[in-house]
């Protein structure tokens, strides 16, 4: 190691760094290999609409089966995909794969496939859209594109122009970890989502805290007012499932109603 504290800057070699530097660069590579050789898959997530008792539709969440790793969750390679704008392959393949396993005339359920910013950014979703739903006969109303806030900060004509055409398409638009991040309310009357997803942190809380109790209730008449559905995320225990029926919740997802499986294993 070289330091030079003289001048105040400090040259250091960091293993460390190497380390992740070539460890990025392998998986970079892996991820490449991995779009050629089909090694993604979705895994999809019950949702239950609380009025009806019945399946409202499914969440569709990326694995990679991985040949030596065995599968590997999304948390572990989707930030490096969207650091290297590999996302976008990875995210056009998802919506076809999920319109290619709900589409069809004798099927009418319902799918919410994830899109991330850069995916947004970086693409003609709409086009893409249009082509998947066109390719499988997936009906329009039973797409749902999940966004986060993240999709919001650039806060462009842009922007709204994607979020009306997505909507003008006739499918749904999903407002992803609602209260998470920094939650403009303005979100809400700028840009036309059709569905909330109260965060999991919220839904956790909300049985231990008061405040968090009135917070999920009024999220949940907001919504109302303004003409959206609430999806509950990480819905873990019966005492959750209860306070939300109670709080005329419209749909719950978690552990509780059902893991993510593959599609295989999903009863429709
Ligand atoms: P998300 O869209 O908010 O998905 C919900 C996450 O919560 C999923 O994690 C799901 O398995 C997990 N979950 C569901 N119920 C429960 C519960 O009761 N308790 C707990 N503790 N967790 C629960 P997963 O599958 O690991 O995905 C993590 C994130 O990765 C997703 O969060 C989403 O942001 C991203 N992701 C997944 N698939 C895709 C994709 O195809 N495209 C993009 N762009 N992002 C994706
Ligand atoms: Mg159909
Ligand atoms: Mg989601
Ligand atoms: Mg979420």
Redo the contacts with the bound molecule.
């Keep these: 190691a070289a330091k030079d504290d003289s001048r105040g800057s400090v040259y250091e070699f960091e293993p460390e760094f190497a380390y992740n530097a070539k460890a990025k660069y392998l998986l970079e590579q892996d991820l490449m290999s991995a779009l050629d050789k089909n090694e993604f898959v979705?895994?999809y997530?019950v949702q239950q609409n609380l009025s009806t008792g019945s399946v409202a539709g499914y969440?569709?969440?990326?694995?990679w089966q991985h040949p030596t790793k065995g599968l590997v969750?999304?948390?572990d390679f989707?930030p490096l995909a969207e650091e290297t704008g590999l996302?976008v392959q990875?995210?056009r393949w998802?919506l076809k794969q999920a319109a290619r396993d709900f589409g069809g005339k004798d099927n009418n359920t319902r799918v919410a496939?994830?899109?991330?910013p850069v995916?947004f950014r970086e693409s003609n979703l709409i086009e893409d859209i249009q082509q998947a739903l066109a390719e499988y006969d997936l009906a329009p109303e039973q797409l749902e594109i999940?966004i986060?806030e993240d999709v919001l900060i650039e806060d462009n004509s842009n922007t709204l122009n994607i979020l009306e055409g997505i909507r003008e398409l006739g499918v749904g638009l999903s407002l992803?970890?609602f209260g998470a991040g920094y939650s403009s309310l303005g979100y809400l009357t700028r840009y036309p989502f059709s569905k909330l997803?109260i965060d999991?942190y919220f839904i956790d809380q909300m049985i231990r805290d008061e405040r968090s109790q009135s917070l999920v209730k009024s999220i949940l008449s907001l919504a109302s007012n303004m003409g959206m559905k609430v999806t509950a995320?990480?819905?873990?225990t019966p005492e959750q499932l209860d306070l939300l029926i109670k709080s005329n919740c419209d749909e719950v997802?978690?552990?509780?109603l059902g893991?993510?499986e593959p599609f295989s294993k999903i009863n429709r």
């Excluded at 997802?253 to 509780?256: A, M, T």
């Design positions: 979705l895994y997530q969440e569709a969440l990326m694995r969750s999304p948390a989707i996302i990875m995210g998802a496939v994830n899109v991330s995916q999940e986060t992803d970890d997803k999991r995320e990480g819905v873990e997802q978690g552990y509780l893991r993510p």
